[in-house]
């Protein structure tokens, strides 16, 4: 935490303002995001063997998963893949197995038992893939566009409706109404459209970075000065280590 802290720290002024912290994350994230996409081929040419055929079958892949977790060959080439002989203290292998399946059945939209490279990528980094981002403006049209053009109004996006067609009053409203003419509407249009849209959720955007340093600094400024002492930092180290200012990856895959 200290090296973070003082690399995030632009002024050296031993405090950490909202926008040192949001730039700091920006930049995490951007890098993260960066690596993921440039590793994601190399990675999937060296699963794809059995046969090489441009596509990942998911034995490949479970090979890949139990060498990388130390089990040896032999395993490898006789394990059944309920594993009934592991032992106990490597359980946790199984889990991540398992969760490794479910995003498997996710990501393979062509084939429910090949992954092709872009699959594999919103497999591993689904926060870096542009399929997974077409999803969620898909999701986030399902919920909002109440007249079915494929666009947003402002009221759309800011007046939440119950079950009923029955519009709910929001005390949120006032920021969602400020938050769609100044992050979504570039261009003061007053309807969000799809590339609007995308450009609002994706993680690059510094948006995000904003918003979180905002909330960790609300949650970790403890004299109420607007900045985050070291100290500050240190007394709440889970909430920094769970965050990206610290953790990108796991952060990310916690929110995919």
Known sequence: LLIVFCRADEDKDNLLAVH???????KRTTDHIEEAMQENYGLFM???????????SWREYHEYF????????????????????????????????????????????????????????????PESSHSTLLTLVDDLLDKLDRDGDEMLTEDEFAVLQMSGGEELVSQGEHRRRTEFRHL??????????RTE?????????????????????????SNHDGKLSLDEILAKMDL?????????????HDEF
């Open 240 to 252: 920094f280590l769970g965050s990206k200012m610290v953790d990108t990856a796991r952060s990310f």
């Open 66 to 125: 139990l060498q990388k977790h130390g089990l040896d060959s032999d395993y490898i080439k006789k394990h059944n893949e309920r594993h009934q002989d592991l032992k106990l203290q490597v359980m946790k292998i199984l889990k991540n197995i398992a969760r490794d399946r479910a995003s498997w059945s996710e990501a393979a939209k062509s084939d429910p038992d090949f992954l092709t490279l872009d699959e594999f990528l919103t497999f591993l980094h």
């Open 20 to 26: 040192e912290l949001a730039d700091y994350i920006h």
């Open 184 to 193: 979504i509407d570039e261009d003061g249009n007053s309807v969000a459209d």
């Open 197 to 221: 849209l995308l450009k609002y959720i994706d993680p690059k955007n510094p948006r995000h970075a904003k918003e979180e340093s905002e909330t960790l600094v609300t949650l970790g400024d």
């Open 46 to 56: 060296s699963i794809d063997v059995n046969p090489r055929n441009g596509v990942i």
